[in-house]
């Protein structure tokens, strides 16, 4: 790879051919099970990795702020979805992306829904985001009162258009495939007795599920209309851990510098820690953590050894590798190495630019502006 | 607070008089103690923040890159110590470094010493790092071998200046005062049996700790010539709670949007998350986790209810709150709440840019620039 001697200091590698193939996979499955796909762009961050996606016909997209969205209005993005509770103080900001792109909220509850019936000059589409058990956000399935309280406002509203139900499993990211499936089930269950329960009033109301877990693992979709993952671009140990990938589907790796090594320890030392990879953590039965996995560029990428080598403790900007005896015969001071990340999303936002394999730089989001 | 109605989206908030306080007491310390304090600017990473220090005669500063070195040269700090074992793929930056500031930086063994003493073409002054059983980077204290190597091929180089012995005593940051107390003798005595060794020959040696736990605690510093903390300007939850310091010397707070209440629930969803606090974690024996303390923000700053709500679990984006029913009364949807961090060095990076109380922007260092 020419680019590994250009470079000096820690650096997010992004595998375009890997990448590509995750995209073209989850565009297929849509395809054969007849789901729009509209991928969440929060795991990349990009609009240089957002235009890949252009090539498998994805014309709408998903992201987690309105901020975010504002980076990608513009970029020929027309149709924006923020899967995220909507934020009232941002209503302003909501105005303006409404004039550039068609945009789709999440709403949770009367109040703000009120609020924006009472406030938009502009058209809005949005879902009721339903909480299925994970407890993080959304209307319980079965709070009916709640659900119909936003759909009586919006019916008075010529600025709230009903698009649908939204669900995030985001329990399935710590399950296991039996896990998985049985949330899974869970979802489609309550997502197809809302469908029923609602249909006649919106015929045209579709349902969303949003996790990568069940998008790469199950096959049965019945009663859901779209899907939003976004993980599943880079992977990350985490969905290998939990079986939605192999190893070899992980897009992105961190290069870091190794600065110091203990034969005897079997420890390495590398440029690299909690602002590169994020703090995010496996941990295993026997109480023994996992930052990130150790691979070996290569003139196309990288090779994965099959003992592996893991991060076993970091702080700031130092990470301690776990080494095997074949690792430590491969590696000296002064090299890069590659740390397949726990959490793609988070390494990504940690470093907010990328390397591709063959030197150039792609883009990453840079937080909110106001600050910058 | 006049600025709360500007506050739109996730903020970093930073309180000038809490951290001046904080930087007016360990400078102190120093005084007191006859320690020369060299703090770290890896917590704020903000060159108007570290122009703060400049009240209190703080001339030489400590940094943990290279990189966020070149970004504190030149604005007038013409000393800096990068407390990280030297990056030999760093050399070019480190000699244009060297051109306009007076540069220190650490070394663990001696193949880096030697390529140094090769290809160095300014002087630049060196600590020996040293492990006092954290295990995570530096010479064990009893491995003389290692430690004498490095002096030797530095004693027949005219550009490597040896200047003293480092010791960071990261494990105190999972102590408790008492073992706080034990470490510290630990670092004193070999650090006192290091100078004793080496004084004869190295007369101008001087000894270094680096932990805000110690430097915050202790009050015996025997063999200690120099301490270059960073947390304490601004604390956090993790400091609180191994006793370093008091909740209301905390000097951040992430402004957060409130978008949903669930009274009943006892819980309250905010807008923010992992990648604007990043996923440090206090966990309690009974296994709940506390990833955020909940603050309410009045005219002047903030107060600290006496029964505490915490971040029960964060995402990318975020995070649900325990709330007691004192704060489920004081708080509505679209409100801003106040959330003080586990982690303040990864809460600060995560957020790059702070906002003063009076509305002020203050920077924060970007990371390395090329992907910028």
Redesign the interface.
Known sequence: MPLLPA??????LVHEAVCKANIARMSDKGRKHRLNLIPHF?THQSRAIGNWYKEYGIEEITV????MAEYFVGQSWKNIHIA???????I??LEQLTLQSSISIQL??A??TQ?LADRLQNPVEFFIEIDAGY???GIEVSDFGAIEAIMRIANRSDKLNFKGFYIHA?HTYHADPAGIHRIHEQTKSALKMLKDKYFDEFPSLKTRIGDTPSCSLESDFDGVDEIGPGNFVFYDLTQVHIGSCNKSDIGIALAA?V???KKTKHEI?I?GG??HL???VLTYPDGSQNFGELVVFNGQGWDIPETPSFLK?I????G?VNATDELLSKVK??D?IGILPVHS??TA???????GLSGE?LDHF???Q???
Request: proline content about 6%.
């Open positions: 470079i000096t200091s820690p650096t997010l929060k987690s702020s309105l901020h995220f509770p909507f934020n009232p103080l941002e302003d900001l949770v509850n109040q703000v609020l407890g993080r956000a985001g510098p600065v110091d090594i030392l440029h909690g602002v994020a703090k995010d403790s702080s700031q900007e130092h301690l001071v002064g890069i999303c988070m936002d940690c470093m907010r630019g990328f390397l730089k840079k937080g909110q106001k600050l910058q």
